[in-house]
């Protein structure tokens, strides 16, 4: 059982930059894949970002050149930093974690409970 749990959401305004965490409960080193979802209301939902183990990256065509996704294997935490922040930014950005080798388009096996970013002047 892998608990994600991230932090970070908040309101920011457009051009800003801001940094969300997911922590996990336990080795990352463990997990095949980590990334970051995210979900607005009257959208559907993106994938944003993700890492792999061995450091390989997948980036949304919508935040390429803008986020960047990055782990510190010490601490268990996954971070995305967003910079640029634009108003179509704003969503509950959850956390998600696939154990295995599969394809980055195969459904996370495991969720966070999300963290609100909010783009607003």
């Known amino acids: 059982q892998v608990q994600l749990v991230e932090s970070g959401g908040a309101m920011v305004q457009p051009g800003g930059s801001l940094r969300l965490s997911c922590a996990a409960s336990?080795?990352?080193?463990?997990?095949?894949?980590m990334g970051w979802y995210r979900q607005a209301p009257g959208k559907q939902r993106e994938r944003v970002a993700t890492i792999t183990r061995g450091g390989g990256t997948n980036y949304a065509d919508s935040v390429k050149g803008r986020f960047t996704i990055s782990r510190d294997n010490a601490k268990n935490t996954v971070y995305l930093q967003m910079n640029s922040l634009k108003s179509e930014d704003t969503a509950v950005y959850y956390c998600?974690?696939?154990?295995?080798?599969?394809?980055?388009?195969?459904?996370?096996?495991?969720w966070g409970q999300g963290t609100q970013v909010t783009v607003s002047s």
């Open positions: 336990g080795s990352i080193l463990s997990i095949y894949r």
């Open positions: 998600n974690a696939w154990l295995h080798v599969v394809a980055v388009t195969t459904t996370p096996d495991y």
